[in-house]
């Protein structure tokens, strides 16, 4: 009977502490992602000026001169809401021992949440309410297409970039102005180039909109052919020992 009682305290406390972590970890890329999104708008002027006359540093301000913005002025805004959000759901799902993705979908609603408020606060075009959303809902698609085909592979950032691992780099995936892009190895998608005539590609990136995302046989072929690289190197190292 004490050891039964015993089992179910220890499986008791690894649940709290699984809850706990889940938590914790969803708090912080809360925070981690809502600083990077105050961040990049915060230095946004500073990249790209707003229109002359303009106050953009407060809400006031930006209610009554919204209409004097043109499309370059949504950019920063736009850039800082997806890589906000990225990384938010990024860190939920490092930092969480069970249930990641749950927490990383958690982190994406509250900030999904929290773009629908600023838009009912701010009158922003349509065309960059629709595109700040679908850009977040492409960008999530290819990150849960990578986990489902490398469900061993180790989320992390690198240069910048959320990034997928496992023994080496396997892909990365950012989003810039007019595109997102994935990038790869450069062997690798040499070998997929007949694959890709008519798309925007790179020395080492494959770019993609919302509107014409990377096929999923495309990524499943990129992933393969980046661990079979990778074992290739590891088998080669193991044989000069």
């Given at each position: 009977?004490?050891?039964?009682?015993g089992?179910?305290?220890?499986?008791?406390m690894?649940?709290?502490?699984?809850?706990?972590?889940?938590f914790?970890?969803?708090?912080?890329?809360?925070?981690?992602?809502?600083?990077?999104?105050l961040?990049i708008?915060?230095?946004?002027?500073?990249?790209?000026?707003?229109?002359a006359?303009?106050?953009?540093?407060?809400?006031?301000?930006?209610?009554?001169?919204?209409?004097?913005?043109?499309?370059?002025?949504?950019?920063?805004?736009?850039?800082?809401?997806?890589?906000?959000?990225?990384?938010?759901?990024?860190?939920?799902?490092l930092?969480?021992?069970?249930?990641?993705?749950r927490?990383?979908?958690?982190?994406?609603?509250?900030?999904?949440?929290?773009g629908a408020?600023?838009?009912?606060?701010?009158?922003?075009?349509?065309w960059?309410?629709?595109?700040?959303?679908?850009?977040?809902?492409?960008?999530?698609?290819l990150?849960e297409?990578i986990?489902?085909?490398?469900?061993?592979?180790?989320?992390?950032?690198?240069?910048?970039?959320?990034?997928?691992k496992?023994n080496?780099i396997?892909?990365y995936y950012?989003a810039?102005t007019?595109?997102?892009?994935?990038f790869?190895?450069?062997?690798v998608?040499?070998?997929?180039?007949?694959?890709?005539q008519?798309r925007s590609?790179?020395?080492s990136?494959i770019?993609?909109?919302?509107?014409?995302?990377?096929p999923?046989?495309?990524v499943?072929?990129?992933?393969?052919?980046?661990?079979?690289?990778?074992e290739?190197k590891?088998?080669?190292?193991?044989s000069k020992k």
């Amino acid at each position: 009977m004490f050891q039964k009682i015993g089992l179910l305290a220890v499986r008791f406390m690894r649940w709290i502490s699984s809850v706990w972590r889940n938590f914790i970890g969803t708090i912080l890329g809360l925070i981690v992602g809502g600083n990077i999104n105050l961040a990049i708008v915060n230095i946004s002027t500073d990249i790209i000026p707003g229109p002359a006359g303009a106050d953009v540093k407060t809400m006031e301000g930006l209610q009554k001169s919204i209409h004097l913005f043109e499309p370059k002025h949504f950019i920063m805004p736009f850039l800082a809401h997806a890589i906000g959000t990225l990384v938010a759901a990024l860190l939920a799902s490092l930092f969480a021992k069970s249930h990641r993705k749950r927490c990383a979908m958690a982190t994406g609603i509250v900030f999904f949440f929290g773009g629908a408020m600023a838009v009912s606060m701010l009158p922003a075009p349509l065309w960059f309410n629709i595109t700040d959303l679908a850009l977040r809902e492409a960008l999530q698609k290819l990150r849960e297409l990578i986990q489902s085909q490398v469900p061993k592979a180790e989320e992390t950032i690198s240069y910048g970039m959320p990034a997928f691992k496992q023994n080496g780099i396997l892909v990365y995936y950012a989003a810039f102005t007019n595109h997102m892009s994935l990038f790869v190895m450069p062997k690798v998608l040499d070998q997929l180039r007949p694959l890709l005539q008519g798309r925007s590609t790179t020395k080492s990136a494959i770019h993609f909109t919302e509107s014409d995302p990377i096929p999923a046989d495309i990524v499943k072929q990129c992933l393969a052919l980046r661990l079979q690289e990778i074992e290739e190197k590891l088998a080669k190292k193991k044989s000069k020992k």
